[in-house]
């Protein structure tokens, strides 16, 4: 029928997170009730953008064209079903009245 999957060791109680809880960082600024500091949540945010792979100009060109032909070749598709639809449907209302 299907493969079986074992159920976790642990299922979380009613309101427990499934996720690990964060650990605090001592050099950090203190957080209260779990949330850091403004100061210290901007530069989290610097610490986390200075880890994305940013896309070079040549590939944002490129998958921006790909999407403009992408675009176009759907456009054309559904302006043909579209048309064909409205055909038959003029069609089988000219056969009834």
Do not use: C, N
Request: zero cysteines; charged letters at 20%.
């Amino acid at each position: 029928m299907g493969s079986h999957r074992p159920p976790p060791r642990h299922w979380p109680a009613a309101g427990e997170s499934s996720y690990p809880k964060a650990v605090e960082d001592k050099e950090t600024e203190k957080t209260v009730a779990g949330k850091p500091t403004p100061a210290e949540f901007l530069r989290q945010v610097r610490a986390e953008t200075s880890k994305v792979v940013w896309p070079t100009r040549k590939e944002t060109i490129t998958t921006a064209i790909m999407v403009l032909i992408m675009t176009s070749l759907l456009a054309l598709f559904f302006l043909g079903t579209d048309s064909f639809f409205g055909w038959v449907v003029r069609q089988l209302l000219a056969l009834l009245g």
